[in-house]
């Protein structure tokens, strides 16, 4: 039994990467966060920016070999617990289509979610009943942005729909052969009349755990591609990634303890503010920065990382509080409490669309430094 | 006779209705939005006078009056919480006897409330109350008034004609018989007999546009909005007033105000966070724990404060009360009206005031009848709504259902005329889209744009604790999730 053990503060997406590396790396991992993190409001899809060399700029610094291997290693993790990643096969940056017909960059995606590198004709779907389901806006937006054609077809409300069905409950009942059949059904009446071969791009709730079933079985019937297109909030595209990737890190052994940290110290030792404590050979503090609630903003506009009691910025214009965190990723010095995601400062992943790209870069430098100090 | 009044807001409104009873054909026009200028972005209080007894005895008799009678002919738009005056100890002795006199004089009702009763309902409020007063004070719901009185203006054969800017003056000799106005569709001149111009803030501009000299005195209050209704009367401080020292309970919320700043621009200045923090300051001395309170948002409005003599500076000296300006006597421009100042609580006799005086400048006899006359339109009402027939379910803090929405309205100005979306605790991050998207679809990115930039504005000011974390949900929800550009 390995004797190195690891404190991973937060269950956002950087908790979760961090807990998954360090069990490879062979550490006892324990997850301390007070709520799911932000897990459920992103689809799941990892950015890299707005054109493949972006990484030149990038605070971290990885050649493009690292970076190849960086995304070999996600794909097979995100492999390891069911769900495939498509990368790119060409040097051009992917876009997927958001709720309201925008095209962003997106890079290593789920399979379940819409990516192509060329604006294209798209046959958008609408859901009645579904709050997010808003066609004629979406389409109008697409053609305006992509200069292409967007068809728009509109399901009528599902059987049993009631004004309380949100989309965690569109996706339970797609996952049900009732709900299934319905959708095939319904959307092969839609789809009479619109040119073959186009694309459709569904709202993401085609199911939580038969999703790649549903999107095959309906390419079949709809003769020609068939995806998802993301929503807000919760967001069923996460919900898939945070579900499966957690059953499987509690299968692997981490132990998940609900609380709010109140304190982490350079021993390494994380507080909680029900009086526990817990210590190990390093710390990985991915608290998620404001937005993760790692960090406070105080009235005066001072950004604080309450965990390590440390200023790491100000708060004087609207569009800098995404690129504020800690501004070394080993934050307290001595190289065993280290910042990831979103608590780490210089990236503006709002901005950059490089999201996906800080969580590797961040997460695999921080765990070369536990190593480091390990050794 | 056809009149042409300039702004839609509470005065022009007003103006409109009460020249629409006497028979007269109107139309308003509006350069941006129904409640878009002031009307929209005030602090919702219906005036008992109590604030004004000693500073500004006129303005407070006609709030009063005005406070009464809104609750016979209007009675959807005002609510009638009552509200309390508190004196804290070390607060102006001979200020508060004044204020008891000029009570009395004026006939302003009054009433000595227990501090210990007083304290026992408003259990937040600092312990260091020397004595309190009850007063007739309530809320007054802005756009829901609004949106009555565009109703029934057009029940009566009138109109109102948003996005179209009165520019300039047509004339006949030294009469008026048109008003050029530019709307989306082009340029066109609408004949009439008299003009009136309501523009509230930019009243001195209009004027300025017609050749005259008028002075309007733009001054800008901030307001902070606190989620949760955790009072619901009024309450305000007793002494002369001043900033921060106004608690007005509306709807869901509470909203704490104001500030008195003047400027010579008529747009309302992005909020400073500076003067958050100074409101909240002196809001804790009414309420100590106020610190505590989630703030969601905070908002500037622009006060039209009039000043016939043209002395500009301490803002807060400058009348509360109104003036009706006859153009024709004052300037020789026949036809030509100008309605300054005020409240929105007066905004009827304001209505009354120009009409008399305009019928009497064309030698007509036709008395008001907006006293009398309900604003509320008998409106048939749908059937109740049964539970699945609502939709689905738009904005969760404000419990918007689709069928809430308003198909033929798309604006977000116009849409919360009906509902309160994007003003509970999520500001809109997650709901604005959905709303807007089932308006008109070519407009929407932008309507969208431009709801959130005003979002985010009001948040920042604020943007401390939850709210700094709820900026950034928003900025990354916005960014990554919907795609806008940043
Ligand atoms: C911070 C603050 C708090 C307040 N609180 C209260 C309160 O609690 N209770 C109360 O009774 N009163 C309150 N008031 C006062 C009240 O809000 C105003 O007196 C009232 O709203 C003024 O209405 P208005 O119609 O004159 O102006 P506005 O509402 O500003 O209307 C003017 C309209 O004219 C339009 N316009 C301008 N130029 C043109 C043009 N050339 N062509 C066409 N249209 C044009 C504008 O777009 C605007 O819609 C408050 C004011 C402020 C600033």
Known sequence: MSSKTAIVVGRGPAGMLSTSYLLQRGYQVTVLAESDGSLGMWPGDFSFGRTTDAFQAFPIELSSAEWSQAFGELVALYRSFGVTLVLPQAQDIPHTVTAIG??????????????????????????????????????????????????????????????????????????????????????????????????????????????????????????????????????????????????????????????????????????????????????????????????????????????????????????????????????????????????????????????????????????GMCEEVDR | MRVVVIGAGATGLGVAWDLVLRGIETTVVEAQEIGSGTSGRFHGLLHSGGRYLVTDPSAAKECYEENMLLREIANEAVVATGGYFVKKYGDDDAFEARWLNQAADLGVPVHAEKVGDLRAELGMLTESIQRSYWVPDGVLEGFKMLSMLVRAIQSRGSNVLEHTKAVKLRLAGERVNGVEVQAPEGTRVLDCDAVVNTAGPWAGLVARDWGLDVKVQPSYGLMLIFANRRLDKVVNRLKSPSDGDIFVPHQ???????????????????????????????????????????????????????????????????????????????????????????????????????????VASFNVDSPSRSREVPIGVEVKRPAPVVKDDRGALLCECEQVYESDIKPTVSSPMQLRFGTWFSMGPCQGTFCAHRVLGRGDEDGFADELATLRREREHGLTVVGWGANARLIALEQSISAQSLGEER
């Not at chain 1, 050979?281 to 960090?295: I, P």
């Not at chain 2, 421009?333 to 005086?357: I, N, P």
Request: proline share 5%; aromatic share 6%; hydrophobic share 40%.
């Open chain 1, 102 to 367: 925008n095209m962003r960059p997106t890079f290593a995606t789920p399979n379940w979610q819409y990516a192509s590198s060329e604006p294209e004709s798209l046959v958008f779907v609408g859901i009645d009943g579904l709050a997010d389901s808003i066609v004629g806006a979406q389409a109008a937006t697409y053609r305006r942005r992509s200069g292409c054609e967007a068809y728009e077809v509109s399901l009528s409300r599902p059987p049993g729909w009631d004004s309380s069905w949100g989309t965690i409950r569109f996706a339970a009942y797609l996952d049900g052969d009732a709900g299934a059949s319905w959708l095939a059904a319904t959307l092969r009446e839609a789809l009479r009349g619109v040119p073959s071969g186009i694309p459709v791009v569904l709202p993401q709730v085609i199911g939580l755990e038969h999703t790649e079933k549903l999107l095959t079985q309906l390419s079949e019937v709809g003769k020609r591609s068939v995806s998802e297109f993301p929503l807000l909030s919760p967001s069923i595209g996460g919900v898939r990634v945070r579900d499966r990737w957690e059953r499987l890190l509690r299968q692997q052994g981490v132990r998940f303890v609900s609380g709010r940290v109140r304190e982490v110290q350079p021993v390494p030792r994380a507080l909680l503010t029900d009086g526990r404590s817990f210590e190990a050979d390093c710390l990985l503090l991915a608290s998620g920065g404001v937005l993760g609630g790692g960090m406070q903003v105080t009235v005066d506009g001072a950004i604080v990382d309450e965990l390590v009691n440390r200023e790491v910025g100000r708060m004087d214009h609207l569009d800098a509080l995404d690129a504020h965190g800690h501004r070394e990723i080993d934050c307290l010095g001595g190289g065993r409490v280290l910042a990831v995601g979103r608590a780490m400062g210089g990236w503006n992943p709002n901005r950059d669309h490089n999201g996906g790209a800080m969580l590797l870069a961040t997460v695999r430098t921080a765990l």
């Open chain 2, 252 to 358: 869901e919320v509470v909203i704490l105000g104001t500030t008195d700043v003047a400027q010579p621009s008529p747009e309302a200045p992005e909020p400073r966070r500076s003067e958050a923090i100074r409101l909240m300051a002196l809001g804790s001395e009414l309420i100590p724990d106020l610190g505590s309170w989630r703030v969601l948002r905070g908002f500037n409005g622009v006060r039209p404060l009039y000043e016939p003599s043209g002395v500009t500076g301490d803002s807060r000296k400058v009348s509360r009360d109104f003036a009706v300006l006859d153009h024709g006597e004052r300037d020789g421009l026949a036809g030509a009206f100008s309605v300054l100042g005020g409240k929105w609580t007066t905004f009827r006799l304001m209505g009354e005031t120009l009409g008399d005086q305009l």
